[in-house]
């Protein structure tokens, strides 16, 4: 089913809506939630939190990419869970990992006006990626978007992990000096 009469469906108010949308993405999205949460039932119950918040969304939003959407949500719902049963505790994970990697280039969320500022970091992280060549933006979202571990990228792309590191760590540094080269405080 393509993705527009699965978003008719809930629009609809149909409840064909959800099966459809398990159907089509839940595998996708059970990983999602499952890199980051490294818990097979954490995992399913944020998919399923992502197909209610759906059915709340839809309508009134309409969304243009489908898929981005779906996955917005289950990360965010994951990231959320994750934090939540992390909060006392302090276990490195592959989140953390994640989270520290990136910590050097995206400034602290401490101010008054974050809301906006994280829409206008976001626009200009999205521009620094489209400028990217199209291997190392796959290799930095299936990083730092999809939560894949390193020696899974390694292993997709052909390369040794060690050069994976290196491609993160160089895109890294890109992007802090894009970022400060446009304004954004880090």
């Not at 980051?36 to 399913?44: F, H």
């Not at 992502?50 to 996955?71: R, S």
Request: hydrophobic residues 35%.
């Amino acid at each position: 089913m393509k993705d527009e009469e699965i978003i008719g469906l809930y629009w609809d108010r149909n409840q064909k809506a959800i099966p459809a949308t398990d159907a089509k993405y839940g595998k996708l999205l059970n990983q999602i939630a499952y890199r980051i949460l490294y818990n097979s039932q954490d995992a399913e119950e944020c998919v399923n939190d992502t197909y209610l918040n759906t059915w709340n969304c839809i309508p009134p939003q309409k969304p243009t990419y489908f898929q981005a959407f779906l996955g917005a949500i289950t990360r965010n719902l994951s990231i959320d869970r994750y934090k939540e049963q992390h909060a006392k505790k302090r276990i490195p994970s592959e989140l953390t990992l994640l989270l520290s990697e990136l910590e050097e280039v995206l400034p602290a969320q401490s101010d008054v006006h974050r809301e906006i500022e994280e829409k206008e970091i976001a626009a200009h992280i999205s521009t620094f990626l489209r400028n990217l060549d199209l291997e190392k933006r796959m290799i930095f979202i299936r990083r730092y978007w999809y939560c894949e571990e390193i020696k899974q990228i390694a292993e997709e792309f052909g390369y040794s992990e060690s050069k994976i590191k290196t491609s993160l760590f160089r895109i890294r540094a890109k992007l802090k000096a894009y970022l400060e080269k446009e304004g954004v405080w880090i």
